[in-house]
């Protein structure tokens, strides 16, 4: 009996360290989860949930899907319903090149966020986490600054966006 008991404590004690491990590159790992039941697209690709990208991908959503993208340590991409948007990233700064649709992004504690789209650019280098979205969904430009400032230049005009603001193009 007191051989099986251990046996069972070893096998749960294993269980929990790999499931541990999982959880962690499960977080340091870049990869795009979908979160409904459309499919999304990656390099031109269709992918299934949990997909890994690379920096440099180009991710699109259909009219009725949406993804995240979790970056580990810097925060994460989530992909707006009928969007298009190339992902680039880093140590310390996330890129957002949007063509179509939105995107919000929640940056960590020390990281940089940059989204561009046809109308100019916002930026989130505040040291501290938050988000904001950006969507090009109407054809102009429109930023809502969640709990963040964010800087934005669009139309060649440069200002500042505080926490809760939104603005158009």
């Not at 404590?9 to 499931?19: D, E, P, R, Y």
Request: hydrophobic share 40%.
């Amino acid at each position: 009996r007191v051989y099986w008991t251990l046996v069972a404590f070893v096998s749960l004690v294993a269980i929990a360290l790999l499931a541990s491990s999982a959880n962690v590159s499960a977080q340091t790992r870049p990869a795009a989860e979908q979160a409904t039941s459309d499919r999304i697209k990656v390099n031109g690709k269709f992918v299934p949930p949990g997909f890994a990208i690379a920096t440099n991908s180009t991710v699109e959503s259909g009219p009725k899907s949406s993804a995240v993208v979790s970056l580990g340590k810097l925060g994460r991409v989530e992909v707006l319903p009928s969007s298009k948007m190339k992902i680039t990233f880093d140590d310390t700064h996330i890129n957002v090149a949007l063509s179509s649709g939105g995107a919000r992004v929640f940056k960590a504690e020390g990281a940089t966020a940059l989204v561009t789209t046809k109308d100019g650019e916002v930026s989130a280098n505040t040291p501290l986490a938050g988000s904001f979205t950006v969507d090009t969904e109407c054809g102009d430009s429109w930023v809502n600054a969640h709990d963040i400032s964010v800087g934005l230049r669009l139309h060649g005009e440069t200002r500042m966006l505080l926490p809760g603001a939104r603005s158009t193009a």
